[in-house]
């Protein structure tokens, strides 16, 4: 069947363009996103950690937390036995993302090791993903071309947020209701 639609943008994958693109669509949707080199990547976390004031944080099995600070927060890996009361019990998550999209202010996880199980993503009331700029491409079908789609795919732009017939609009329903993106570049 033919395809007449754009496959690939006129930026490459991480170029400056096409973040600027991605953080002003994640802030559009209500995020923050926190730009930092890549060394400063434990710093930016551990800040917005401290500034959530949270003390227990879930992370997927192979993100590798031993640059948090010790201390001041908990760090429970997610091994899969954790049920939806033990994630509900934690201040945050913090995971790493399958890509990126700039048009859409979409970060898409694939529940690889470093970024679990969908649960943990969707229970805790904040959501901290973190981004480099080489996951950023600018169109869906650059992303869909690195995803595989057998696996189990989360697509999330922005906070979740729903609105009744009133278009009245509420936050945190069907996840977390804060979403800091820090994009590695």
């Known amino acids: 069947m033919p ?3 754009r496959a690939t943008g006129e930026h490459a994958p991480g ?3 096409v ?3 991605f953080t002003e669509r994640v802030e559009e949707y209500k995020a ?3 730009r930092c080199g890549p060394d400063e990547v434990p710093t930016t976390v551990n800040d917005v950690l ?3 004031g949270a003390s227990h944080v879930v992370v997927p099995p192979d993100f590798g937390v031993g640059w948090l600070s010790s201390g001041q927060v908990r760090i429970t890996v997610d091994d899969g036995a954790l049920t939806p009361e033990d994630v509900d019990d934690v201040d945050a998550v913090l995971t790493a993302c399958a890509v990126g ?3 859409t202010g979409t970060v898409v996880l694939d529940g690889s090791p470093d970024q679990g199980r969908r649960m943990i993503s969707l229970v805790p009331d904040r959501h901290l993903v973190v981004v480099h700029a080489g996951q950023v491409v600018q169109t ?3 992303a869909v071309a690195r995803l595989d789609a057998t696996r189990p795919l989360t697509w999330i732009s922005g906070p979740s947020a729903t609105s009744d017939i009133e278009l009245d609009r509420v936050e945190g329903v069907h996840g977390p209701r804060t979403l800091v993106v820090v994009l590695a570049s």
């Open 101 to 103: 999209i700039a048009e």
């Open 32 to 34: 923050t996103v926190l």
């Open 50 to 52: 401290a500034s959530w």
């Open 140 to 142: 869906v079908p650059e």
């Open 19 to 21: 973040l600027e693109m």
């Open 3 to 5: 395809r007449a639609y």
């Open 15 to 17: 170029s400056e363009a």
